[in-house]
């Protein structure tokens, strides 16, 4: 039975991963970090097939003593600072969660278990202010956000790594990807749970920032297969895993607010410069053609469908 370890297994990514690995037989261990208030609502039903580790990507030693325990064959590093807007108010902490916490992962699976294989969470938001549209894996990194050069610098040290000591390291440069489990800090969690309050009467106003930025959304659950193909192949490397379709924030409150029954959402939408970013990201758009050449994948939910499926979904949240 294939082992995987998956850090930040208790957020949106790991747990659809760890469902997609325990489909597929894995045996499945978590890394969590010890906190006050431990959140295990997304794993919650597979809670009792999991095994968790306490660990943390700013203590060295306990990332050596979770690969110990684990000794996996696959270690998905998904665990970040993840929100960027929160990167601005703690650019420092981010440098050292989402760029040099990789580098300790990768140091701590060369100590223990080099011959694993090794999977970087990266993103689009390293393209920033982009300089061709759409993006591949060759269009030159240009990060906007604290969060965007941490992860800019996360994927340079696995591409390093991979090729100064011969690890088997891949790095999914993954577009936005959405689904019930976002969280609410997230602009389309946001939209689709605000629709859903709005429609039964529990708040009457959704507050949001820039109605045209566009991005490239996608599904999770159809992100994280990708993640597990990389790590199937017989060499590793990296790829764009999006749907090459951009949409803006204006299109999610249409569809959105359509699916919840509510007509306009033009009555119940207010513009606030506080949810506006200092420095706006260009248009995100992602080619996956080289995953879908070399890894046979390709996304299998378009926009409408993701944001009318989260629409339903915090509709029976809120009205249980």
Not at 5 to 10: C, W
Not at 230 to 250: E, F, G, K, P, W
């Amino acid at each position: 039975m294939a082992r995987a370890l998956i850090t930040g297994i208790t957020g949106q990514d790991g747990s659809y991963l760890a469902e997609l690995l325990l489909e597929k037989g894995y045996e499945v261990h978590g890394m969590v970090r010890r906190s006050s208030t431990e959140t295990f609502e997304r794993i919650e039903q597979i809670r009792d097939k999991v095994t968790l580790h306490q660990g943390d990507l700013l203590d060295q030693r306990s990332l050596v003593d979770a690969l110990r325990a684990s000794k996996p064959d696959e270690i998905y590093n998904l665990a970040a600072m993840s929100f960027v807007a929160a990167s601005w108010v703690q650019p420092t902490l981010t440098a050292e969660f989402t760029g040099v916490g990789v580098t300790r992962m990768l140091e701590a699976m060369r100590e223990v278990c080099p011959e694993a294989r090794f999977y970087q969470a990266s993103s689009s938001e390293m393209y920033g202010k982009v300089l061709e549209v759409p993006q591949t894996e060759t269009t030159p990194f240009y990060p906007r956000s604290p969060y965007g050069v941490a992860k800019t610098y996360g994927h340079f040290i696995t591409v390093n790594y991979r090729e100064s000591y011969d690890l088997f390291a891949a790095g999914g440069i993954l577009f936005n990807h959405e689904s019930p489990r976002r969280g609410l800090e997230f602009v389309t969690r946001k939209i689709t749970w605000h629709a859903a309050a709005i429609k039964l009467g529990l708040i009457d106003k959704l507050a949001l920032g820039n109605l045209d930025a566009e991005r490239d959304w996608g599904y999770a659950k159809d992100y994280v297969e990708a993640m597990w193909l990389m790590l199937q192949q017989d060499t590793a490397d990296d790829y764009v895993i999006a749907t090459n379709q951009t949409n803006s924030v204006r299109e999610c409150v249409e569809v959105a607010f359509d699916e919840a029954g509510l007509g306009s959402f033009e009555p119940y939408v207010e513009l606030d410069q506080q949810f506006v970013r200092p420095a706006e990201v260009d248009q995100l758009i992602g080619d996956y053609g080289k995953a879908e050449r070399e890894l046979g994948w390709t996304p299998k939910t378009s926009f409408e469908e993701l944001i009318r499926l989260m629409v339903r979904a915090d509709l029976e949240l809120l009205s249980s």
